[in-house]
């Protein structure tokens, strides 16, 4: 799934290429079960003006004039490209044709994602956007770390919550755990303040590098031009399982947490 840094790529091309251009044309392809049916969404985007384009955690936005707003969740395969006009592809949901004939298209080969679209005012009231936590690039170290020390969960599915912290999922928080040396299943409460910093400084640093490295591509992830991102390179534990660690040697170990593989130095990330 997309995590921050890849939709904020995605929000930075788009917003260098989209702002000023003119929704002329929606072609309501296929669209998934959760995005809004066409008849409605159609007449809130069309000969809407882009003034801005964001990103709200794993959410990309699409500022409209007059107040409307495009939402598109990527979830697991979902893509959002900006481009010249091209036929109608197998995996194509919803395509917006925009004044200089160019093509804004949200693709989706798992069906899993979706978009939406707001009227002038509506998105501020979307409940969805309410209920996520703070921005861990928006937000002091510090502050991030009182969000998980009163909590007795695992550390890892803090990390992995939306309403503790914005728009980190598995790949993000394995390696921020792996740089501040904590172990995945250590509890919140049990870290105290000094350390709770430390693994959200290094979160920070994870998610700067990699939006500086164009995010990370496993399988379905480009950017908005369609381009692959290269932070997978520099991956220390995600997906090496079995791999020795870069670090001291051991041999990294995987456990589950809040249902997902997580990946660990059982040595650099001893639990305590």
Not at 59 to 65: A, I, P
Not at 135 to 149: F, I, N, R, S, W
Request: charged fraction near 20%.
């Amino acid at each position: 799934m997309p995590e921050l840094p890849e939709v904020e790529v995605i929000a930075r091309g788009l917003g260098a290429t989209l702002v000023g251009r003119v929704v002329s044309d929606v072609e309501p392809v296929d669209s998934t079960r959760l995005s809004e049916a066409a008849d409605t969404l159609v007449p809130k985007v069309l000969g809407g003006v882009v003034v801005g384009v964001r990103r709200r955690a794993k959410v990309l936005l699409v500022d409209l004039s007059d107040g409307a707003a495009l939402a598109f969740h990527l979830k697991m395969t979902g893509r959002v490209v900006h481009g010249p006009m091209r036929p109608v592809e197998r995996h194509d949901r919803t395509r917006f044709i925009l004044d200089d004939g160019s093509l804004l298209c949200f693709a989706d080969m798992r069906r899993f994602g979706y978009v939406r679209a707001f009227g002038p005012g509506e998105l501020a009231h979307w409940d969805f956007l309410h209920r996520v936590g703070p921005e861990p690039l928006e937000t002091d170290a510090a502050m991030l770390a009182g969000q998980v020390l009163t909590r007795a969960g695992r550390i890892k599915a803090l990390l992995l919550d939306q309403a503790v912290v914005a728009g980190v999922g598995n790949i993000y928080a394995d390696e921020s755990l792996f740089r501040a040396g904590i172990h995945p299943q250590a509890r919140g409460n049990r870290l105290g303040p000094a350390l709770a910093e430390r693994l959200f400084a290094h979160l920070q640093d994870v998610l700067r590098q990699a939006i500086a490295e164009n995010g990370s591509s496993i399988r379905d992830y480009v950017n908005a031009s369609g381009d692959a991102g290269a932070f997978q390179n520099s991956f220390a534990v995600y997906g090496r399982q079995g791999l020795p660690c870069a670090a001291c040697g051991t041999t990294l170990a995987s456990t589950k947490v809040a249902g997902r593989t997580s990946t660990f130095c059982p040595r650099c990330q001893q639990r305590r």
